[in-house]
T-cell receptor
Framework: DAGVTQSPTHLIKTRGQQVTLRCSPK?????VSWYQQALGQGPQFIFQ???????QRGNFPDRFSGHQFPNYSSELNVNALLLGDSALYLC?????????????FGSGTRLTVV | GDSVTQMEGPVTLSEEAFLTINCTYT??????LFWYVQYPGEGLQLLLK?????DKGSNKGFEATYRKETTSFHLEKGSVQVSDSAVYFC???????????FGQGTRLTINP
């Protein structure tokens, strides 16, 4: 049973560019959340998608946007990249009615902005 | 808002030593509590969880008890191994599939 799959694994972008990260949730899961983990820090919540709608949002600017598709997969888009956007981006999936039992994380996409 | 505070790292122990990593939280209501582990170059793996007061989560020799009176969820292991070297994150989640709020992480290194 495949867990959460993220692509690409590594990415280098130039300041001002735009980037799209992708996530396929664990089979049977219907909710996808995105987190940003700066080096040496704990993950910070970006937003969560359920039924193709943004359900919750953390304290991130509008440059960060997302989408969930009918097959529950998700994309994270970041526009006008800043050097400070360099981080590990983690996708986590869950079943909305059982989220209190834990989320399954992917291995992440390492984004470097130069 | 909700928050999680973990003991400062890094923590370095010898193999077979006893481990405690402290975690306290601030939250409204009755959150679920989690410990996640992150090995080098990887994402987070759920280590254990507790969903209500006095619950004890356990896995791979690790344990943590949900203490509502002290708002704590300390991680313990009786005898650590070199393979336990990783970064450990305490986290909470409110009811209704709420977001995870993480502590800053504690880097653990076990020497043979």
């Amino acid at each position: 049973d495949a867990g959460v799959t993220q692509s690409p694994t590594h990415l280098i972008k130039t300041r001002g560019q735009q980037v799209t990260l992708r996530c396929s949730p664990k089979s049977g899961h219907d909710t996808v959340s995105w987190y940003q983990q700066a080096l040496g820090q704990g993950p910070q919540f970006i937003f969560q998608y359920y039924e193709e709608e943004e359900r919750q949002r953390g304290n991130f600017p509008d440059r960060f946007s997302g989408h969930q598709f009918p097959n529950y997969s998700s994309e994270l888009n970041v526009n006008a990249l800043l050097l400070g956007d360099s981080a590990l981006y983690l996708c986590a999936s869950s079943l909305v009615r059982a989220a209190n039992y834990g989320y399954t994380f992917g291995s992440g996409t390492r984004l470097t902005v130069v | 808002g909700d928050s999680v505070t973990q003991m400062e790292g890094p923590v370095t122990l010898s193999e077979e030593a006893f481990l405690t990593i402290n975690c306290t939280y601030t939250a409204t209501g009755y959150p679920s509590l989690f410990w996640y582990v992150q090995y080098p170059g990887e994402g987070l793996q759920l280590l254990l969880k507790a969903t209500k007061a006095d619950d004890k989560g356990s896995n791979k020799g690790f344990e943590a008890t949900y203490r509502k009176e002290t708002t704590s969820f300390h991680l313990e292991k009786g005898s650590v191994q070199v393979s336990d070297s990783a970064v450990y994150f305490c986290a909470l989640s409110g009811r209704g599939a709420q977001k995870l709020v993480f502590g800053q992480g504690t880097r653990l290194t076990i020497n043979p």
